[in-house]
């Protein structure tokens, strides 16, 4: 969402987790399509998990919301391991969404 008044486009951490826990599995072409996190084909970021630095294929802002709630133990990552770099290729939900 450019307006041109300096504010960034993509999402909040809150419409990450709902979009995230919404569905069984979300692949990371779905979540850069779903709120136009738009960019190179190779731009990844790395963040660190419990098991060591994995990579997202998301801008950094977005990464870090998804780093956050990895941490949190809200959603879980699915890495593949082909080429040998720990690249993310999807998420899921962990803990169920409340509903109030």
């Known amino acids: 969402m450019p307006t041109g ?3 960034e486009s993509g999402c909040t951490a809150a419409q990450l987790r709902r979009f995230i826990k919404s569905r069984p599995y979300v692949p990371m ?12 084909a190779d731009d990844v970021t790395p963040i660190a998990t419990s098991t060591g630095i994995v990579f ?12 956050e709630l990895v941490r949190q133990g809200d959603v879980g990552l699915e890495i593949c391991r082909d080429p040998s770099a720990p690249m ?4 899921f ?7 109030q």
């Open 88 to 91: 993310v290729v999807g998420v």
């Open 29 to 40: 072409h779905e979540l850069r399509r779903r709120f136009e996190l738009n960019g190179g």
């Open 56 to 67: 997202l294929g998301l801008p950094d802002r977005e990464s870090q919301f998804v780093a």
């Open 93 to 99: 939900a962990m803990k169920p969404i409340s509903r």
């Open 5 to 7: 008044l300096g504010l």
